[in-house]
């Protein structure tokens, strides 16, 4: 429900955008050349040209992450994001338009003795005057709409537990995907009436707190739904044996007063991760993610086999820059080979561009860690930019990874996690992969806790794989490369 809810939403800010953005360049060539409008868009390919200046305005739009509807921000962030993307796509279209001003937009005209004389002074001045204030206008009424507290759903959590505070701090945090929370309700009716404080201290938000009341006990449940004017009722106990209101809430559903959802559930689709902690055997066995179908499979494999023959291609310049680099930078081969753990727990052999010493391992297996002594100067800037896996891209060939998946680790380390972190091994139910939903959403793994974090991810994408989850990483990947971060 929440990943369609999301899903929707970006694709209607993408659509009206792609409309402020058409309507805005239309407006100023009008504005400029009121007769000639006709000829610009079809004679002179003004279509194409606007084409070509939307797409860079919005491809910049969403590495400045305006599309990602998940993502809280304050009313003064909202404006400096759209400021900056706004300014950069200045930036960007004045440099392409001074190496190719053909693409400019404006007004052609044959001149006797002169050949064609081109003419577009104010076209981009009054369109990027009227983007501005179209996209700060429209951004802001859509972030107070999302935020009001008469709109979107009011939800009531049963239980005050760790997993209850984890679940209405995570739907207080993204108040833009319409989630009110209202309170919590307690088994305890000692605890009637006091303040529960949630915590976070996420990689993506920093330390973060929030207070809601205790609204009544269980017994209260019905009363409070209909006081409160509940729209959705979250189950987040943690021990429901003998817990839950089982006769209040089957009323509930028959009456059809509120939606009621399970908090692991709401947990999962708020954060795109699964919570280790939380997960019990059942979610494994119960689980969609269990037998892929014939045809989906093969679909998956030719999209990996095109995806890796075209990567080889293009990246052939760039794999033989960083052939030359390695080999003047530091001794030791170009390539380096290691065994990891694919799909099934069977091993193979990743090739990788080496990007440290070649006595790196020299006293053992050790986590790579962010500012690793062992990495090259140009080893550095080959894992920052990911080029070092260019060479991975025969592994997918092979047919020994995917184009995305969970990281492949090596045995040692995964004995070791298999060991510590429950359910650990059915991130190897799926081929491993170059690029991940864990590597777009985490930083580098250098622990048994960052492990434990991002297995929480692999899950997630182990339970709703897809080509098209595929291709919206593959795009989250792109940021990822271009801003240096996530491993």
């Given at each position: 429900?929440?990943?369609?809810?999301?899903?929707?939403?970006?694709?209607?800010?993408?659509?009206?955008?792609?409309?402020?953005?058409?309507?805005?360049?239309?407006?100023?060539?009008?504005?400029?050349?009121?007769?000639?409008?006709?000829?610009?868009?079809?004679?002179?390919?003004?279509?194409?040209?606007?084409?070509?200046?939307?797409?860079?305005?919005?491809?910049?739009?969403?590495?400045?992450?305006?599309?990602?509807?998940?993502?809280?921000?304050?009313?003064?962030?909202?404006?400096?994001?759209?400021?900056?993307?706004?300014?950069?796509?200045?930036?960007?279209?004045?440099?392409?338009?001074?190496?190719?001003?053909?693409?400019?937009?404006?007004?052609?005209?044959?001149?006797?003795?002169?050949?064609?004389?081109?003419?577009?002074?104010?076209?981009?001045?009054?369109?990027?005057?009227?983007?501005?204030?179209?996209?700060t206008v429209w951004r802001l009424s859509i972030h107070w709409l999302m935020r009001n507290p008469m709109l979107g759903d009011r939800i009531?959590?049963?239980?005050?537990?760790?997993?209850?505070?984890?679940?209405?701090?995570?739907?207080?945090?993204?108040?833009?995907?319409?989630?009110?929370?209202?309170?919590?309700?307690?088994?305890?009716?000692?605890?009637?009436?006091?303040?529960?404080?949630?915590?976070?201290?996420?990689?993506?938000?920093?330390?973060?707190?929030?207070?809601?009341?205790?609204?009544?006990?269980?017994?209260?449940?019905?009363?409070?739904?209909?006081?409160?004017?509940?729209?959705?009722?979250?189950?987040?106990?943690?021990?429901?044996?003998?817990?839950?209101?089982?006769?209040?809430?089957?009323?509930?559903?028959?009456?059809?007063?509120?939606?009621?959802?399970?908090?692991?559930?709401?947990?999962?689709?708020?954060?795109?991760?699964?919570?280790?902690?939380?997960?019990?055997?059942?979610?494994?066995?119960?689980?969609?993610?269990?037998?892929?179908?014939?045809?989906?499979?093969?679909?998956?494999?030719?999209?990996?086999?095109?995806?890796?023959?075209?990567?080889?291609?293009?990246?052939?310049?760039?794999?033989?820059?960083?052939?030359?680099?390695?080999?003047?930078?530091?001794?030791?081969?170009?390539?380096?080979?290691?065994?990891?753990?694919?799909?099934?727990?069977?091993?193979?052999?990743?090739?990788?561009?080496?990007?440290?010493?070649?006595?790196?391992?020299?006293?053992?297996a050790q986590w790579a860690t962010e500012r690793d002594p062992r990495i090259t100067r140009i080893g550095n800037f080959l894992r920052k930019?990911?080029?070092?896996?260019?060479?991975?891209?025969?592994?997918?060939?092979?047919?020994?990874?995917?184009?995305?998946?969970?990281?492949?680790?090596?045995?040692?380390?995964?004995?070791?996690?298999?060991?510590?972190?429950?359910?650990?091994?059915?991130?190897?139910?799926?081929?491993p992969g170059l690029t991940g939903w864990a590597q777009v959403n985490y930083g580098y793994g250098a622990s048994v806790e960052d492990s434990?974090?991002?297995?929480?991810?692999?899950?997630?994408?182990?339970?709703?794989?897809?080509?098209?989850?595929?291709?919206?990483?593959?795009?989250?990947?792109?940021?990822?490369?271009?801003?240096?971060?996530?491993?």
């Amino acid at each position: 429900m929440i990943r369609r809810n999301i899903w929707f939403k970006t694709l209607t800010l993408f659509l009206v955008e792609t409309g402020i953005a058409i309507s805005v360049v239309l407006l100023g060539l009008y504005l400029r050349f009121p007769k000639y409008l006709g000829s610009i868009l079809i004679d002179q390919r003004g279509i194409y040209k606007i084409a070509l200046t939307t797409f860079a305005c919005q491809f910049i739009f969403y590495l400045f992450d305006l599309y990602d509807v998940a993502k809280p921000r304050l009313r003064r962030e909202l404006l400096t994001d759209i400021f900056q993307a706004v300014g950069t796509t200045l930036i960007v279209l004045g440099a392409i338009f001074m190496l190719r001003p053909t693409l400019l937009l404006g007004y052609e005209q044959e001149i006797e003795g002169l050949g064609v004389a081109r003419t577009g002074n104010g076209v981009p001045v009054i369109a990027l005057i009227l983007a501005l204030a179209l996209m700060t206008v429209w951004r802001l009424s859509i972030h107070w709409l999302m935020r009001n507290p008469m709109l979107g759903d009011r939800i009531l959590i049963v239980g005050t537990d760790k997993l209850a505070t984890d679940v209405a701090h995570e739907a207080m945090l993204r108040r833009d995907l319409g989630y009110k929370v209202a309170g919590y309700v307690s088994e305890d009716p000692k605890l009637v009436g006091t303040s529960i404080v949630s915590h976070n201290n996420s990689l993506d938000f920093g330390q973060t707190s929030f207070t809601r009341d205790v609204l009544g006990s269980v017994d209260e449940l019905n009363r409070i739904v209909e006081q409160e004017k509940i729209d959705r009722v979250v189950i987040a106990l943690q021990d429901r044996r003998g817990h839950m209101p089982v006769d209040q809430l089957l009323k509930l559903r028959l009456q059809g007063q509120a939606a009621i959802e399970e908090g692991t559930a709401l947990y999962e689709k708020l954060t795109g991760k699964i919570s280790v902690e939380m997960l019990r055997p059942s979610w494994i066995i119960f689980s969609g993610g269990g037998k892929r179908g014939t045809l989906a499979g093969l679909i998956r494999r030719l999209f990996n086999l095109v995806m890796a023959t075209v990567g080889l291609v293009l990246s052939l310049p760039l794999a033989i820059f960083a052939a030359i680099a390695i080999k003047l930078d530091s001794p030791g081969p170009i390539f380096y080979s290691q065994e990891r753990v694919g799909k099934n727990g069977r091993t193979f052999k990743i090739i990788k561009f080496r990007s440290m010493r070649q006595d790196a391992e020299k006293g053992g297996a050790q986590w790579a860690t962010e500012r690793d002594p062992r990495i090259t100067r140009i080893g550095n800037f080959l894992r920052k930019t990911r080029i070092d896996e260019i060479p991975q891209f025969i592994n997918i060939l092979l047919g020994d990874m995917s184009f995305v998946g969970p990281r492949a680790e090596r045995p040692v380390f995964v004995e070791q996690l298999n060991e510590q972190i429950p359910f650990y091994s059915q991130r190897h139910l799926v081929e491993p992969g170059l690029t991940g939903w864990a590597q777009v959403n985490y930083g580098y793994g250098a622990s048994v806790e960052d492990s434990m974090q991002k297995l929480q991810y692999d899950l997630y994408y182990i339970k709703n794989v897809s080509l098209l989850f595929d291709i919206w990483i593959m795009f989250k990947t792109i940021k990822v490369v271009l801003f240096g971060y996530g491993r």
